[in-house]
């Protein structure tokens, strides 16, 4: 049954991923991103992590997502023009080019690094409490003090950076 | 029973699921015919009375009609997320309310080998999947309004989503503030942990204890629902009807379904919260869910009675009270719940 | 159960997609796009090998990626507003004016 479950999100992750790459209208690109945060989410879920599964969807799918749709439909992002020349060999200006061979250089390199490792299995089903919200709250309030309190500052940071970035000049 | 035969406890969960399933759906359609019987008794008339004793049948009537609408489609609009927003709005409307315990565990008179809780599902991080299925929600508005190719839609659908957004803050303030009183996240703890009573006649509810609390998350639900006096967006006399102008037939009856769930959802989850859940004097156990569906009641005719009363706020106005009155007092609220619970505990 | 080994392919499949985005699309918010999905490969990878190893660490490590991820979005799409007021195009061969 986990096994199962593990197949279909991860598919569904892989393909809306591939798909927000791969196809021209932006407003799609994002809805099929959010798609691909929802199974990841799943994913999360899998690996007895419910805290982080429920904090990627308010986080990611729930507040950077909308923050993307907007900027798509107020600067009214047109869809992208093919490219002019033809598609397998040439693909366009010679920085596409070197990408594209970049780029299948990375995940074929990624890829068998990883299947050469040693198949590791889970550590066995650890007490609930290891993963609940409150031993991570406590965590993060103790060990990790300084990194929570700093992010807030990062936050605020990020904010009054936006707002200043984004303002029309007079 | 047989190998291939779902076990009863099985049979049970589901059937418990569909049961929730239609009572949300006919929670809406009792929403349609108390809302316009009451908007008509305080605007001092009878409201529908043809079909139905009472008129108690219309919002059937309002069903089929709208069922044999046509369904009508801008030409320039797009196709596929035209046809999918009204089902993003309606599906999280309904999937809230999958955390929402309405009663205690039961047995079915025996039937079953363990009590089953009445509750979907008791995830113990329940309040946090109600924000995010909350914030879920937005995205059908705002497809909704980008996707008609309307300048009306459009701009009610990003007021809509800007003003939800907005108010989600203080939302979650409010909650925080319960979930520190109460100790845990799932929602069923949290109402188990309303139980007693302070000498003798007083429930331990947490609307006693935070005051502030119910206000700033009655302020905050109301307008996440896109009810007065926060509806703007969907004002007749400014915007035409906002981001649901281009919508006929089932989308809108989808639309319009999501807004009285949704608004169920938010009574429901406050009654949760606030008010005790199902826990009442009186009645036993396993009827104690009359108390919860008592209580839902009387938060939804408070909302309803809210709307034909008061005057909407004007858009500005509404994200300034969201921003700079609600939001301060949310956090005044949670520390102060900080600070009590430090002293007390 | 499901190895971790499955789990570690998944996420570098997923970075290796971001990386091709980046690298290949001519719209900077399809970039950005980009961007997040390798975070979120990231992500998987931590609480993966934090569950592998049965703590918790793995977890709190994500929080941390998400908060950084959302503060860098919300900079990088003021950046785009900013740029595209500017030269009323979403393309990065438009800001190319300082290739020498």
Same mark, same amino acid.
């Given at each position: 049954?986990?096994?199962?479950?593990?197949?279909?999100?991860?598919?569904?992750?892989?393909?809306?991923?591939?798909?927000?790459?791969?196809?021209?209208?932006?407003?799609?690109?994002?809805?099929?991103?959010?798609?691909?945060?929802?199974?990841?989410?799943?994913?999360?879920?899998?690996?007895?992590?419910?805290?982080?599964?429920?904090?990627?969807?308010?986080?990611?799918?729930?507040?950077?997502?909308?923050?993307?749709?907007?900027?798509?439909?107020?600067?009214?992002?047109?869809?992208?023009?093919?490219?002019?020349?033809?598609?397998?060999?040439?693909?366009?200006?010679?920085?596409?080019?070197?990408?594209?061979?970049?780029?299948?250089?990375?995940?074929?390199?990624?890829?068998?690094?990883?299947?050469?490792?040693?198949?590791?299995?889970?550590?066995?089903?650890?007490?609930?409490?290891?993963?609940?919200?409150?031993?991570?709250?406590?965590?993060?309030?103790?060990?990790?003090?300084?990194?929570?309190?700093?992010?807030?500052?990062?936050?605020?940071?990020?904010?009054?950076?936006?707002?200043?970035?984004?303002?029309?000049?007079? | 029973?047989?190998?291939?035969?779902?076990?009863?406890?099985?049979?049970?969960?589901?059937?418990?699921?569909?049961?929730?399933?239609?009572?949300?759906?006919?929670?809406?359609?009792?929403?349609?015919?108390?809302?316009?019987?009451?908007?008509?008794?305080?605007?001092?008339?009878?409201?529908?009375?043809?079909?139905?004793?009472?008129?108690?049948?219309?919002?059937?009537?309002?069903?089929?009609?709208?069922?044999?609408?046509?369904?009508?489609?801008?030409?320039?609009?797009?196709?596929?997320?035209?046809?999918?927003?009204?089902?993003?709005?309606?599906?999280?409307?309904?999937?809230?309310?999958?955390?929402?315990?309405?009663?205690?565990?039961?047995?079915?008179?025996?039937?079953?080998?363990?009590?089953?809780?009445?509750?979907?599902?008791?995830?113990?991080?329940?309040?946090?999947?109600?924000?995010?299925?909350?914030?879920?929600?937005?995205?059908?508005?705002?497809?909704?309004?980008?996707?008609?190719?309307?300048?009306?839609?459009?701009?009610?659908?990003?007021?809509?989503?800007?003003?939800?957004?907005?108010?989600?803050?203080?939302?979650?303030?409010?909650?925080?503030?319960?979930?520190?009183?109460?100790?845990?996240?799932?929602?069923?703890? %949290?109402?188990?942990?309303?139980?007693?009573?302070?000498?003798?006649?007083?429930?331990?509810?947490?609307?006693?204890?935070?005051?502030?609390?119910?206000?700033?998350?009655?302020?905050?639900?109301?307008?996440?629902?896109?009810?007065?006096?926060?509806?703007?967006?969907?004002?007749?006399?400014?915007?035409?009807?906002?981001?649901?102008?281009?919508?006929?037939?089932?989308?809108?009856?989808?639309?319009?379904?999501?807004?009285?769930?949704?608004? %169920?959802?938010?009574?429901?989850?406050?009654?949760?919260?606030?008010?005790?859940?199902?826990?009442?004097?009186?009645?036993?156990?396993?009827?104690?869910?009359?108390?919860?569906?008592?209580?839902?009641?009387?938060?939804?005719?408070?909302?309803?009675?809210?709307?034909?009363?008061?005057?909407?706020?004007?858009?500005?106005?509404?994200?300034?009270?969201?921003?700079?009155?609600?939001?301060?007092?949310?956090?005044?609220?949670?520390?102060?719940?900080?600070?009590?619970?430090?002293?007390?505990? | 159960?499901?190895?971790?080994?499955?789990?570690?392919?998944?996420?570098?499949?997923?970075?290796?997609?971001?990386?091709?985005?980046?690298?290949?699309?001519?719209?900077?918010?399809?970039?950005?796009?980009?961007?997040?999905?390798?975070?979120?490969?990231?992500?998987?990878?931590?609480?993966?090998?934090?569950?592998?190893?049965?703590?918790?660490?793995?977890?709190?490590?994500?929080?941390?990626?998400?908060?950084?991820?959302?503060?860098?979005?919300?900079?990088?799409?003021?950046?785009?507003?900013?740029?595209?007021?500017?030269?009323?195009?979403?393309?990065?061969?438009?800001?190319?004016?300082?290739?020498?």
């Amino acid at each position: 049954m986990e096994t199962f479950a593990f197949y279909v999100f991860a598919a569904i992750a892989v393909i809306a991923s591939l798909l927000v790459v791969a196809q021209r209208n932006p407003m799609y690109s994002v809805m099929l991103l959010i798609t691909s945060f929802g199974a990841l989410a799943g994913l999360y879920v899998l690996l007895d992590a419910p805290f982080t599964a429920v904090t990627q969807i308010i986080i990611y799918a729930g507040a950077i997502m909308v923050l993307f749709l907007f900027v798509v439909m107020l600067l009214n992002v047109p869809r992208e023009e093919p490219l002019p020349s033809a598609i397998a060999g040439m693909l366009g200006p010679s920085g596409m080019r070197l990408g594209a061979v970049l780029s299948v250089l990375l995940a074929a390199e990624v890829l068998w690094a990883l299947s050469r490792i040693a198949p590791g299995s889970f550590a066995p089903e650890h007490a609930e409490s290891v993963s609940s919200v409150a031993n991570i709250g406590r965590m993060l309030f103790t060990q990790h003090a300084f990194a929570f309190e700093v992010t807030s500052v990062l936050i605020l940071v990020a904010m009054v950076g936006a707002v200043v970035l984004a303002r029309k000049e007079h | 029973m047989a190998a291939w035969m779902p076990s009863p406890a099985l049979l049970a969960h589901l059937g418990l699921i569909f049961v929730i399933f239609q009572m949300l759906v006919l929670s809406a359609a009792f929403m349609v015919w108390m809302e316009r019987k009451v908007c008509a008794y305080i605007q001092d008339r009878v409201g529908p009375n043809r079909v139905g004793y009472a008129g108690w049948l219309q919002p059937f009537a309002d069903v089929i009609k709208l069922i044999t609408k046509e369904e009508l489609r801008p030409k320039a609009a797009d196709a596929l997320l035209f046809s999918i927003a009204p089902v993003i709005s309606a599906a999280a409307a309904f999937a809230a309310f999958a955390v929402v315990p309405f009663g205690t565990s039961t047995t079915l008179f025996g039937l079953l080998d363990e009590p089953m809780p009445l509750q979907v599902t008791d995830v113990n991080v329940g309040v946090l999947v109600l924000f995010a299925i909350t914030s879920m929600g937005i995205y059908g508005i705002v497809i909704a309004g980008w996707s008609s190719n309307s300048k009306y839609s459009l701009l009610g659908g990003l007021r809509s989503s800007a003003q939800m957004i907005s108010y989600e803050l203080s939302y979650a303030l409010a909650l925080a503030a319960v979930v520190m009183l109460a100790g845990s996240l799932s929602l069923r703890e %949290v109402v188990m942990s309303q139980s007693g009573y302070w000498w003798g006649f007083i429930p331990k509810w947490y609307i006693f204890l935070q005051p502030l609390g119910f206000f700033i998350y009655m302020c905050a639900g109301v307008a996440e629902t896109n009810r007065a006096p926060f509806d703007f967006p969907e004002a007749e006399q400014e915007l035409v009807a906002g981001y649901h102008t281009e919508y006929s037939s089932m989308s809108f009856a989808l639309f319009f379904l999501a807004e009285y769930v949704n608004m %169920v959802t938010v009574s429901a989850v406050a009654t949760s919260l606030y008010l005790g859940g199902w826990l009442g004097p009186l009645l036993p156990d396993w009827l104690a869910w009359i108390w919860f569906l008592v209580k839902v009641f009387l938060l939804l005719f408070f909302y309803v009675w809210m709307r034909w009363t008061l005057p909407r706020y004007r858009y500005d106005q509404l994200m300034e009270f969201g921003w700079k009155w609600l939001l301060p007092a949310a956090v005044l609220n949670l520390l102060a719940t900080a600070a009590l619970v430090l002293w007390i505990g | 159960m499901v190895p971790l080994n499955h789990f570690l392919l998944l996420s570098g499949l997923l970075f290796a997609i971001g990386t091709a985005g980046v690298f290949l699309r001519r719209n900077l918010i399809t970039v950005l796009l980009s961007i997040e999905i390798m975070l979120n490969a990231v992500n998987l990878t931590f609480v993966a090998v934090g569950r592998f190893h049965g703590t918790v660490d793995g977890q709190i490590i994500t929080f941390f990626v998400m908060t950084v991820a959302a503060a860098e979005a919300a900079v990088g799409l003021a950046i785009v507003i900013a740029l595209f007021r500017h030269r009323e195009s979403l393309s990065p061969d438009a800001f190319t004016s300082l290739k020498w």
